[in-house]
């Protein structure tokens, strides 16, 4: 299994943009498929986000036109671009490699 570090989030107001990381701990080349879930206390952990090893892309349809997924196979670091968040965006993200991995998760808090 790889290894997954997330970073980038915070508080933001309304309408404001946030980029989250997601470090690998080696390669990520021949990962498949790596993603963004988020999860609220007391619900369960929702997709938010896809991207396959063919840059191939999939979205939740609540961010579509609002967040972008891109992958850097050179810094083996995936991202997750947010624009026009939303209160209701408030979530702990987590990125996901196929094969299981899981990051820690990183808050963030989009304020009402």
């Known amino acids: 299994q790889v290894q997954l570090v997330e970073s980038g989030g915070g508080l933001v107001h309304p309408g404001g943009s946030l980029r989250l990381s997601c470090a690998a701990s080696?390669?990520?080349?021949?990962?498949?498929?790596m993603g963004w879930y988020r999860q609220v206390p007391g619900k369960e952990r929702e997709l938010v986000a896809l991207?396959?090893?063919?840059?191939?892309?999939h979205y939740v349809d609540s961010v579509e036109d609002r967040f972008t997924i891109s992958r850097d196979n050179v810094k083996n670091t995936v991202y997750l671009q947010m624009n026009s968040l939303k209160p209701e965006d408030t979530a702990v993200y987590y990125c996901?490699?196929?094969?299981?991995?899981w990051g820690q998760g990183t808050q963030v808090t989009v304020l009402e």
């Open positions: 080696r390669s990520i080349f021949s990962i498949n498929y």
């Open positions: 996901w490699a196929s094969g299981g991995s």
């Open positions: 991207i396959s090893s063919r840059d191939i892309t």
